[in-house]
């Protein structure tokens, strides 16, 4: 694998936060050791169990760990650039521009008091130096793209419906044309049709825009029509990582054998 196929890398890292124990204060380790690669161009999908850590690894690349996170190592590597050591300045300009995040609850991404439209421009106008005019035409051909009529662009966030929010909130985080898009269990507050819509729409930007996308959800069903790679995470580890018919065909971990033993067989993950 060269050096220039790898847009990000992280390698070894390890995050810990202080615990309280009855009175005592005690350490744990939210990441222990995960190092990876991400292609460009390429989905990775992060699976585990809720708390295994997946949303820390987001939060580390895109610098918004907690302020209780009072010790951390390894490195994380965006185009050769070390993000752990990189000044606000710096990640302010990568940030959005380069990468971007989609939250899981798309409620919170939103000001309630400010149109929607106007808060998906707002990134635009500023990286991409976008004149007011520029930047409300863009803002109307990105809702268009996600689905939403144009019409919305001046409703506020509880005018829509949670299926449509996210679509806004996908709106927002494409606007500025990222390389590496995360999108941090995006799907967990939908129903199942809306879901459906929902992957599909982030499988077809993926494709169109040639945007490397880093997936985490807990349903490794999804994560196999999701993506071209699978990395496994338990309690803070990597346990597993390889492409996926790999890891389904010939899982080696005890938490990956578990995690395929729990997708519905309905879901005809083998075809």
Known sequence: MEQKERLLEVENLSIVFPSKIGKQIVEKKALDGVSLSLLQGKTLALVGESGCGKSIFCKSIMNLLPTTAHRVSGSIRYKGMDLMSANEKQIGRIRAREIAMIAQDPV???????????????????????????????????????????????????????????????????????????????????????????????????????????????????????????????????????????????????????????VPTSWGWRE
């Open 108 to 262: 919170s991404c939103f000001h309630p008091m400010i149109p929607v439209g106007k808060q998906i421009i707002e990134g635009a106008r500023r990286h991409l130096s976008l004149s007011k005019k520029e930047a409300k035409a863009y803002g109307l051909s990105l809702l268009e793209l996600v689905g939403i009529e144009k019409e919305r662009f001046d409703s506020y966030p509880d005018e829509f419906s949670g299926g449509m929010l996210q679509r806004c909130a996908i709106a927002t985080a494409i606007s500025c044309n990222p390389q590496l898009l995360i999108a941090d269990e995006p799907t967990t507050a939908l129903d199942v049709v809306t879901q459906l819509q929902i992957l599909e729409l982030l499988k077809n930007l993926q494709k169109e825009r040639g945007m490397t996308l880093l997936f985490i959800t807990h349903d490794l069903a999804v994560a196999r029509k999701m993506a071209d790679h699978i990395g496994v995470m338990s309690h803070g580890r990597l346990v597993e990582f390889g492409d996926v018919e790999e890891i389904f065909e010939q899982p080696k971990e005890k938490e990956t054998k578990e995690l395929i033993k729990a």
